[in-house]
């Protein structure tokens, strides 16, 4: 009978590690992909700055193209 628990918990024990080996993969998969994520956030960030300020060098370019005009 002592046995027979034995290898029930022995079971249960390398089952919980197997899942734990599991779930570490998953959450470094997971960070690795935050951490890209983030990378082209902040490259589409960027890109969005210079968008607003060519845009507003252009309204500027423009405006004073107008105002020579009249």
Do not use: H, P, W
């Not at 029930?8 to 024990?13: A, G, N, R």
């Not at 990378?39 to 589409?44: D, K, V």
């Not at 890109?47 to 004073?64: G, N, P, S, V």
């Amino acid at each position: 009978m002592k046995k027979l628990i034995f290898i029930v918990m022995i079971l249960t024990l390398s089952s919980c590690m197997v899942s734990q080996k599991t779930f570490d993969e998953k959450c470094c998969a997971l960070e690795t992909e935050i951490t890209e994520l983030k990378s082209r956030c902040n490259g589409m960030d960027m890109k969005e700055q210079l968008l607003r300020e060519a845009i507003y060098d252009l309204q500027i370019k423009k405006d004073t193209i107008k105002n020579e005009m009249d």
